[in-house]
């Protein structure tokens, strides 16, 4: 039987890829270094991507009634 790994979270993905960020802007990287940072850090620029797709879907899916789109007011009335 096999583990499955625990879902990563978007928030844990996007705070990697800020501290990514951080690190290539301060310029204390090798060149080798800030190229598997790069690369690093457009994996988790899409995985965040993905992830905002999928969860708009989601809403799309849940604000649709008897076929067709509605917009409801927020308020916290």
Do not use: W, Y
């Not at 039987?1 to 960020?21: G, I, N, Y």
């Not at 598997?36 to 991507?49: D, I, K, M, S, Y």
């Not at 999928?54 to 009634?65: F, N, S």
């Amino acid at each position: 039987m096999t583990k499955r790994k625990p879902p990563v979270l978007f928030e844990d993905t996007l705070a990697e890829l800020e501290q990514l960020v951080v690190r290539l802007e301060q310029g204390d990287l090798s060149l080798e270094e800030s190229l598997a940072a790069f690369e690093r850090g457009v994996a988790l620029a899409r995985t965040c991507q993905q992830a905002l797709q999928h969860a708009e879907q989601k809403v799309q899916i849940l604000l649709e009634k008897n076929g067709t789109q509605t917009l409801e007011s927020f308020t916290d009335e």
